[in-house]
């Protein structure tokens, strides 16, 4: 049997699998920049002076894309630091839903210390990142089950205990102008509200229900 000696396309191909790669300081400690993009199987590639492929880090065509605009591409340990370029953060400890609380593009950082680990965020992708207006708004983005969504945030109890105060002394003025006065259930309900508004009672979680009689 005669061996089949591979020349020009797929010599590239087989030493270079993944066609498009990053380049870095391999002997860098901590973390580093790219350094260099490789398209293996373009005309101006020249294999000999190619790293191998194991000094790289491959790319995907949809890295290699992003890459081409990026400024500060941050590697560790071999590996992109942050391979999705694109991310929403948000607090992991917090039930869902919850709040997106920030957006960050991590190939046009310089220093990305600060930045949440790529597996605590949501990656994002360019077309949700470019889409300003809907997607990618300062407000009204939450998390939930690994997906962005529309939120809202809840209104606080005391918040709302403070709104249904407003209520009980527009019936107050009622009553007096109605030489009425408040039913008991009525003055314990705005007892009760009083105690949320102040902050007193922390251990209600929603506003109790308002009495079916008021005045008596």
Do not use: C
């Not at 220093?111 to 949501?122: E, G, K, L, R, T």
Request: negative net charge; without cysteine; hydrophobic residues 45%.
């Amino acid at each position: 049997m005669t061996d089949t000696v591979l020349t020009g396309a797929a010599l590239i191909a087989s030493a270079y699998p993944a066609r498009y790669y990053a380049q870095y300081d391999r002997a860098a400690t901590g973390i580093t920049l790219v350094t260099g993009l490789v398209d293996t199987q373009a005309d101006d590639a020249r294999i000999n002076a190619l790293p191998a492929a194991a000094d790289m880090i491959a790319l995907t065509p949809a890295q290699w894309s992003l890459a081409q605009r990026a400024q500060s591409i941050h590697v560790q340990d071999g590996k992109l630091l942050h391979p999705a370029r694109y991310y929403a953060s948000f607090d992991l400890s917090a039930a869902q839903p919850t709040p997106v609380l920030g957006w960050y593009d991590t190939w046009a950082m310089s220093n990305v210390a600060n930045v949440p680990a790529a597996s605590d965020m949501i990656a994002v992708a360019e077309k949700d990142w470019d889409d300003i207006t809907a997607f990618r708004k300062s407000n009204g983005r939450g998390v939930q089950d690994g997906k962005i969504i529309d939120y809202t945030p809840p209104v606080p109890l005391s918040v709302q205990a403070q709104a249904e105060q407003s209520w009980i002394q527009q019936q107050e003025s009622r009553a007096f102008v109605r030489g009425q006065k408040f039913t008991a259930e009525m003055l314990a309900y705005a007892d009760a509200i009083e105690a949320i508004a102040e902050g007193t009672d922390t251990a209600s979680t929603r506003l109790p229900d308002r009495p079916a009689t008021i005045m008596s």
